[in-house]
């Protein structure tokens, strides 16, 4: 660790130096960092504050190799001069700190720090507000953003399935035709908005209300922390997904009325909660802390080289292909990420997390988040799920495993993994777009179909897998769209929508929790493009108009998901629920299964469901066990349930269709 000062350390060196058992315990951090209030007893009263009572600001920052540590303060989130500039004490373990008598709430700040022989200007990685594009940091006293009846607020009790729907914050809004008023399309607003009708013609619902009919149970945002892609000062129209994290801890501000007084923001987005929470829906935020926009943020240079990944030849691990990995598995790190998801279950209200890249993060930290979630809010309160892959080779540290698909056994059973065995199964391929899946004629997926509908993730591990860690999906807002999907294979729209409606049929009956990306129920589609990520928010926008010309298939959704959630043997999430599925019938282009549906103490009408996906272009007629058999969707009605009619020992089930009988108690 000696080096002469004034030379700058490479990747590898510092590599090292991480690596070694010495620099833990020699530097590792358990205490509080960022801006925080402390000594604050009795000072909730406005008078307390500004006769300066016992309140101090505390600043700090974690930065072993710094010489010397300033702390700037600045009356604005952007440009201008420091107004005051305070040296800052260095403490154990390579913490610095300053601390003030006065609140110092509304203050932007950021640290300057000799590094390496450098000087070197940093905002801070705790940072919980920052000023315009996430430049600055600023102090704040969080109860000050916090909307009227926060404190009360609560969210929706769970029923008996959890539905997600996948959108971004601007997409859901920005068409004209949602009937949104101006000033909200695009932004954190928009979600506050009750009874938004198509054109404003109060006949056809869109934005929330058009969602609750449909039931969905949660709303999952994309990227709604501070992100780097978007000009927070630009074109309003400019578009990203924001999978390009600059402050973890602080929302984007593109969607904030306000983007230059860092409270508005997160007065906004806790808005946005409160009424989700109040019309009905979770919220689930999707993180991204698997990389980060570019190198230059406030972890590289505060520690260099200590939270991201360095391979052994001394080069940057990009198995995000987004040019950096985050080293979940350095302690200082998981620290931080920890806290993050602590931070927006507990500040935020969020009801779940949607981890991308989860396979870049070790096994370990997740669980570890599971359990401090478990701890703090009850047992699988919050949902936490992800994706449990990586888009290439990344240098974690040795002894630790990466939270991929084949280490899901080791994974809590309250972590979900989204099941691209599912996705492909039904649609096919999402890397060759020409390949089909089940319902476009792919031979042999008969197998693949029967073992979705149990969750099955094909982890030959110490234990069977429950459906608690399964994410059933087949659209998500990477890869084409599924009405594009489908017509790479199947031109003839007549034919698709049969082959879209069995798809849907398919996985809205598999056990596990349900996701779909946004507009999925009205055939969405992004003209055949395969990651939209910085397309045009044209392109990217939900079409509201769609939405009701596509009436007769968001019906269709619709009467599925309510049937589903009168099926408790699709909705048990536990590790026996794989028991009460029966593969009965496995013919080219057909699979069939009953289900045990209705056990003590659970309630439905139907105490076994046989359910029948037939892509075959003919008929199949199935002879069914006993009789009582009723018929309760097929590929036309997903209301059948409704009116349900008899079906005597045997059923025909139509081309390219689904059927769902169910056997009423007697
Ligand atoms: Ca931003």
Redesign the pocket.
């Known amino acids: 660790m000696k080096k002469e000062s004034g030379m700058k350390r490479t990747a590898l060196e510092y590599k090292k130096i991480y690596e070694s058992p010495d620099f833990d315990r020699e530097y590792g951090y358990d205490g509080k960092l960022g801006f925080f209030y402390e000594n604050e007893e009795n000072v909730f009263q406005e008078n307390a504050f500004r006769k300066g009572a016992s309140r101090e600001s505390v600043f700090r920052i974690w930065s072993p190799f710094a010489k010397q540590a300033q702390l700037r303060l600045f009356r604005d989130g952007s440009g201008g001069e420091p107004f005051a500039a305070f040296p800052m004490k260095r403490l154990e373990k390579g913490v610095w700190e300053y601390r003030a008598a006065e609140d110092l709430h509304g203050i932007y700040y950021d640290f300057i720090l000799e590094l390496d022989g450098e000087r070197v200007q940093t905002t801070d990685p705790y940072a919980k507000a920052c000023g315009i594009?996430?430049k600055r940091s600023m102090a704040a006293d969080l109860r000050r953003t916090d909307p009227e009846g926060w404190e009360g607020d609560l969210a929706p009790e769970n029923g008996p399935e959890q539905v997600i729907w996948e959108t971004h914050v601007k997409e859901f809004s920005w068409d004209p035709a949602g009937g949104f008023p101006e000033e909200v399309r695009g932004k954190y607003r928009a979600f506050c908005c009750k009874d938004t009708t198509l054109r404003g013609n109060s006949v056809h619902p869109t934005g929330l209300s058009y969602l609750k009919e449909l039931g969905v149970t949660h709303v999952q945002l994309m990227p709604v922390y501070?992100?780097?892609s978007?000009d927070?000062a630009g074109d309003p129209a400019q578009f990203n997904w924001g999978y390009d994290p600059?402050?973890w801890n602080v929302p984007?501000?593109?969607y904030s009325s306000d983007?230059a007084h860092g409270e508005v923001r997160i007065r906004e987005l806790k808005e946005a909660v409160q009424s989700l929470h109040r019309q009905g829906f979770r919220v689930i935020m999707d993180v991204v802390y698997n990389h980060t926009y570019s190198l230059e943020t406030a972890l590289q240079k505060t520690a260099p080289w200590y939270y991201y990944r360095v391979k052994e030849d001394g080069t940057v691990s990009n198995g995000s292909a987004c040019g950096n990995d985050i080293a979940s598995e350095r302690p200082m790190c998981a620290k931080l990420i920890l806290e993050s998801v602590l931070y927006w279950a507990e500040e935020y209200h969020m009801d779940g997390f949607r981890f991308d890249l989860m396979g870049l993060l070790d096994v370990e930290l997740m669980n570890r988040i599971r359990a401090a979630l478990d701890e703090r809010f009850g047992k699988g309160e919050k949902l936490v799920y992800g994706e449990p892959w990586e888009a290439g080779y990344t240098a974690m540290e040795k002894g630790f495993r990466q939270a991929v698909k084949n280490n899901v056994r080791h994974l809590d059973e309250n972590i979900g993994i989204f099941s691209d065995r599912t996705r492909d199964a039904v649609r096919g391929s999402v890397f060759r777009l020409k390949e089909p899946g089940f319902v476009n004629g792919a031979q042999g997926t008969e197998g693949a179909i029967l073992n979705s509908a149990k969750a099955w993730q094909g982890s030959r591990g110490a234990r069977m897998l429950a459906p608690s860690q399964t994410i059933t999906y087949i659209s998500a807002h990477d890869n084409q769209t599924l009405w594009d999907k489908l017509a790479e294979t199947t031109p003839d729209e007549e034919e698709r929508r049969r082959q879209y409606r069995l798809a849907a049929g398919i996985y809205l009956t598999c056990q596990g929790r349900l996701f779909f990306l946004s507009g999925e129920e009205a055939a969405r589609t992004k003209g055949g493009l395969e990651d939209s990520y910085n397309a045009s928010i044209e392109i990217n926008r939900l079409d509201w108009e769609r939405a009701w010309r596509e009436r007769e298939l968001v019906d269709y959704y619709r009467g599925l998901i309510a049937l589903r959630k009168q099926l408790p043997g699709l909705c048990d999430k536990s590790l026996q629920a794989a028991e009460r599925i029966r593969a009965a019938w496995k013919r080219k282009g057909f699979a069939g299964f009953y289900v045990d549906n209705c056990r003590d103490g659970e309630d439905s009408p139907w105490k076994t469901l046989c359910i029948l996906y037939n892509r075959r272009k003919k008929p199949v007629r199935v002879p069914l066990e006993g009789d009582g058999w009723e018929a309760l969707a097929d590929g036309r009605d997903s209301f059948l349930w409704k009116k349900p009619e008899r079906v005597r020992k045997e059923a025909q089930v139509e081309a390219v269709s689904i059927l769902v009988l169910g056997k009423r108690e007697k």
């Open positions: 594009n996430g501070d992100y780097g978007v927070e600059m402050n984007e501000g593109s983007p």
